[in-house]
């Protein structure tokens, strides 16, 4: 009978051996570097951001001592440089106040839908579980860092203006600039159907949710998960007022964004195409294409729901 023998598995073990420690020497650096501009928030909102998720999003990474032999320790490096890429707490400060008030509202969706944190890290370090009292700390700061102002007659009378001027002019803007990725503004979106809507508690913003002809029909015969390629929404969003009657109205134009379905030709982005238009003057948001990561980034824990937040009013997902 063929087999190893004492002598042949002592050989194999130290084969073995050899080879484990000789992977330790193959160590991606992963530095931590200064802290620049750290979120500054509550002793209590910060003691969860730092126990649960500082590790893989700042520049004070501590791995456990599991995580330092490879190849765990490739893993663990290559998680925490996707993290800090994405949300990095030790520099979110350097970004305008709504801008990391944004950051933090999107962070908490993640949390809430059970995407971070990630569900394989938490099982090895436990200590990274956000429960839901800690969940309502962060939301409640996240409100009470929003203003409640009450606005002027004046105000109201400037936003109903333009909200009149939005419901009746083709366009906002003369010439509307594409989208850094190359997707053009549709201005007909303001004669789609409304199909849903929803707000935004970190920068106080109401939204309607438009869908074109496809969306529509996609709904009316419950084909949404997937949606069919040719689908696309219309997220417009302004921000609300407070009125003094308790009232909340629609207040300034915010910006609008769109979704559109065509799985090969957005292959590279979960198979929606990406894009948004910022104020009054339709100001194409991102620097370079690369801002569809940020959208992605929001998306990507959605897939059972092919990519979508917000469930259409009448449909079922």
Not at 107 to 120: C, D, N
Not at 140 to 167: H, M
Not at 271 to 282: H, I
Request: charged share 20%; proline share 7%; glycine share 8%.
């Amino acid at each position: 009978m063929n087999g190893f023998g004492p002598g042949r598995w002592k050989w194999v073990a130290l084969i073995l051996a050899l080879g484990f420690l000789g992977i330790q020497f193959i160590r991606p650096a992963l530095p931590n570097k200064p802290v620049t501009a750290e979120l500054q928030v509550p002793p209590d909102v910060k003691q969860i951001l730092k126990t649960s998720c500082y590790n893989c999003h700042s520049n004070e990474t501590r791995l456990s001592w599991f995580d330092k032999p490879a190849p765990a320790y490739w893993i663990v490096s290559n998680h925490v440089k996707e993290g800090r890429k994405h949300l990095n707490f030790s520099e979110i400060g350097s970004l305008p106040l709504a801008q990391q008030q944004g950051v933090l509202f999107e962070s908490i969706s993640q949390i809430e839908l059970g995407a971070m944190p990630l569900p394989a890290y938490e099982r090895l370090h436990p200590e990274s579980e956000i429960t839901p009292q800690q969940l309502t700390v962060l939301k409640n700061y996240l409100n009470s860092a929003v203003s409640n102002r009450v606005v002027t007659a004046e105000e109201i009378g400037s936003a109903d203006a333009e909200y009149e001027k939005w419901v009746h002019s083709p366009s906002l803007a003369k010439e509307v600039s594409p989208a850094p990725n190359g997707i053009g503004f549709l201005p007909d979106y303001k004669n789609w159907r409304a199909i849903s809507s929803t707000e935004r508690d970190d920068n106080h913003t109401m939204r309607v949710i438009l869908g074109n002809d496809i969306a529509v029909n996609a709904i009316a015969h419950n084909q949404i998960n997937p949606w069919p390629d040719g689908t696309a929404f219309a997220k417009v969003a302004w921000l609300q007022q407070l009125d003094g009657t308790g009232a909340i109205r629609t207040g300034a134009f915010f910006q609008v964004e769109f979704m559109m379905r065509d799985n090969k030709k957005y292959a590279d982005t979960l198979g929606w195409g990406f894009a948004r238009w910022r104020g009054a003057d339709l100001k194409p948001y991102g620097k370079d294409a690369t801002f569809t990561g940020e959208c992605v980034g929001c998306h990507i824990a959605l897939s059972k729901t092919d990519y979508v937040f917000t469930a259409p009013i009448g449909g079922q997902q």
